[in-house]
């Protein structure tokens, strides 16, 4: 009887203490097995969708220079009140010099935007400013880009007459125009049955008369 009572007591004793380990495993299998081998680390992605935000909330220039950024550029500087136009403009005009005259061939005419439109063909115009595709838009649908057309014939980086066009951007006008240019703005002038645009093409033809202009 005591050699049955003392068998049974080890067995209790080595259950219990089975049990324990058990429970041991289990209460630490949770901190092994389900424990996020990434949770310790830094978060990498966040940094830069903060940032991708906050560029998206404050646009600029993109670092990437094409006529498609540069004409996106000039439509995302349209489309914010309070924009620096004069800075976004002049700085896309400086890189579509090269490429003024193409521009004005294939861009300017696609964009559908009436004042990206003008924008556009003040920044590329300027640089070819008695061309035939300046001289055109001077008819075109749009007063806004007809007005442009005009400031792009005049334009004159010293001229002491300054002409508002946009936000904080006004151009200086007191060009002298080729013969084929002046002839289309005193045509048009005639036709014009704008205000605006009629205004912008007299102060045009005044400057470009007038000596202290230039």
């Given at each position: 009887?005591?050699?049955?009572?003392?068998?049974?007591?080890?067995?209790?004793?080595?259950?219990?203490?089975?049990?324990?380990?058990?429970?041991?495993?289990?209460?630490?299998?949770?901190?092994?097995?389900?424990?996020?081998?990434?949770?310790?680390?830094?978060?990498?992605?966040?940094?830069?969708?903060?940032?991708?935000?906050?560029?998206?909330?404050?646009?600029?220039?993109?670092?990437?220079?094409?006529?498609?950024t540069l004409t996106e550029d000039l439509r995302d500087v349209v489309a914010l009140p309070n924009a620096d136009v004069d800075?976004?403009?002049?700085?896309?005009?400086?890189?579509?010099?090269?490429?003024?005259?193409?521009?004005?061939?294939?861009?300017?005419?696609?964009?559908?935007?009436?004042?990206?439109?003008?924008?556009?063909?003040?920044?590329?115009?300027?640089?070819?400013?008695?061309?035939?595709?300046?001289?055109?838009?001077?008819?075109?649908?749009?007063?806004?880009?007809?007005?442009?057309?005009?400031?792009?014939?005049?334009?004159?980086?010293?001229?002491?007459?300054?002409?508002?066009?946009?936000?904080?951007?006004?151009?200086?006008?007191?060009?002298?125009?080729?013969?084929?240019?002046?002839?289309?703005?005193?045509?048009?002038?005639?036709?014009?049955?704008?205000?605006?645009?009629?205004?912008?093409?007299?102060?045009?033809?005044?400057?470009?008369?007038?000596p202290s202009e230039r």
């Amino acid at each position: 009887m005591k050699i049955a009572a003392l068998a049974l007591l080890l067995s209790a004793a080595l259950l219990a203490t089975g049990g324990l380990a058990l429970l041991g495993t289990r209460e630490r299998t949770p901190e092994v097995w389900t424990e996020d081998p990434q949770a310790s680390e830094p978060e990498t992605a966040a940094p830069d969708a903060v940032k991708t935000a906050r560029e998206s909330a404050e646009p600029g220039l993109r670092p990437y220079r094409t006529t498609a950024t540069l004409t996106e550029d000039l439509r995302d500087v349209v489309a914010l009140p309070n924009a620096d136009v004069d800075t976004v403009w002049r700085t896309v005009s400086a890189a579509l010099k090269p490429r003024a005259v193409w521009t004005l061939e294939r861009i300017v005419p696609q964009e559908a935007t009436p004042r990206v439109r003008a924008l556009l063909l003040l920044a590329a115009g300027v640089h070819a400013p008695d061309t035939p595709e300046v001289i055109a838009a001077l008819r075109d649908r749009e007063p806004v880009v007809r007005g442009a057309a005009a400031l792009t014939i005049g334009f004159h980086p010293r001229g002491a007459t300054r002409v508002p066009v946009t936000g904080n951007l006004a151009l200086r006008i007191g060009r002298k125009p080729a013969k084929a240019a002046e002839t289309a703005l005193r045509a048009q002038l005639a036709a014009e049955t704008d205000a605006g645009v009629k205004t912008t093409i007299e102060l045009v033809l005044r400057a470009a008369d007038s000596p202290s202009e230039r």
